[in-house]
Structure formats: C-alpha cells, structure tokens
C-alpha cells in the first residue's frame, strides 16, 4: 500500500510526541494528538503549535497513519484490534528508567518494533522518527537540498510503507535512508551508532554498514545464531 498520509495522528503527547506534532503541523499535515487521558488538558498546547487533541478513538478513526511516540513498556496498553490495517510509526525505545528493568524489552534476538508488530496484529508497523534525539530533531529540520540537512532512518517490510513514511521525514525535514526490513530496526535501538545519530545521509548509511562489525551488531548476530537477519 502506498497511500499518501494526509492526517497524522500521534499517540503520546511528552516531548517527543509535541515536536514530531510541529513538524508535521508546520508541514502542512493535519495532526491529532492523544494522550493516555482525557484530551483537555493538551488542548491548549496542541492549538498552538497548529495541532489537535484528540482522543485514542478518534485519532485512528481519522488519522492516515499513526505515530507511536509513548514509553515503550505501555505498548500493549495500545488497543491492537483497532489498529488492524493501519499504518503504524513505532517512535518508541526502551529507557529502564522510564519501562523499569524489562529483559523482553533488551533481548537481542528481535527487534523492539517487532515487538509491537507482534501485538500489533494486522496493523503495518515501521521504526522511524525515534533515533534522533527529540531537541536535535526540533533544532535540525531543514528544507530539501539544503546543505548539512540531517537524516532519519526507516526499517519496515512493507516497499509501499517505507515510501509512505520518507514522504513523511521528507516533508518534516529530514533525508530518508532505508535501513532495511523492520527487524533491521534493531540498529536504531539504543546500544548502536546510530542511535542518538545527528547526522547527514552518507554517514548514517555508514553507520548502518557498520553495524554488522559493531559490538553490538555481534551481539546481536551471535543471539540470532549467527545472522542478522534476511535482507
């Protein structure tokens, strides 16, 4: 599928949620943004950076696609059956100081968005938009071709998908760069290069590259018996 996303909705409204919501807003998307409540208290917030609060409900009602932008231990709070079909933006990392000490959410045989894909069923997750540090992502925009613009990397399965969503970074003000298929998200993860990454195309590329031969990118690849996964 490679339907363009016209209205972006954004479940989370910390940090991370409220600057991915001016970017899209100053982009010229449409932009609902839930909270874990009651929409009211962002109401304010939101309209001022051209966005709206909206609730869960409404925001996969009405959204083309959405942003997962929440702590990553409260992912299966998500309501799963309600996201079935929908184009998923997994914006989540593990933090032990936010998810608590989770194994399942460090093991290096999967990936953290496969994770969500797993409970996700049905909907069509992509890792993007959670590498990059949040004041790094409101400071770097910049329009395309312009000198020094920064990039952010995608990994998903689905071509039509990965299009969609570099259309999004793209219009944000971002260089897309494909890092391959979702469990490939594993090198946007904390504990890699490229995580944290404030960087243009080439060099993210060539972290991307250098994964495999990272500490690690070895620990992964001895976890999964000795690949990393099918490219």
């Known amino acids: 599928m490679d339907a363009p996303i016209r209205t972006l909705g954004i479940i989370g409204a910390g940090r991370l949620g409220t600057v991915l919501a001016t970017l899209a807003a100053s982009a010229g998307y449409r932009v609902l943004v839930a909270r874990s409540g009651a929409p009211e208290p962002i109401a304010r ?116 998908d990965l299009a969609a969503v570099s259309r999004l970074v793209d219009d944000m003000g971002f260089d897309p760069v494909i890092a391959g298929p979702l469990a490939s998200g594993i090198m946007l993860e904390p504990g890699a290069e490229a995580f944290g990454a404030d960087v243009d195309a080439g060099e993210l590329r060539a972290m991307l590259e250098r994964f495999e031969a990272s500490q690690r990118g070895i620990v992964v690849a001895r976890a999964r018996g000795g690949t990393l996964w099918e490219r």
């Open 45 to 160: 917030a939101m309209a001022a950076i051209g966005a709206t609060a909206s609730s869960i409900d409404a925001v996969i009602d009405e959204a083309d696609a959405v942003v997962l932008a929440l702590p990553l231990g409260s992912y299966r709070t998500l309501p799963a059956q309600r996201l079935r079909g929908m184009l998923v933006i997994d914006a989540m990392n593990y933090w032990w100081g936010a998810d608590g000490i989770r194994p399942d959410l460090n093991d290096p045989r999967t990936s953290t968005s496969e994770l969500v894909q797993e409970f996700l069923h049905g909907a069509r997750v992509v890792k993007a938009l959670g590498h990059m540090g949040y004041q790094d992502l409101e400071d770097e925009a910049k329009p395309a071709g312009a000198p020094g613009r920064k990039a952010i990397a995608i990994a998903g399965d689905a071509a039509g």
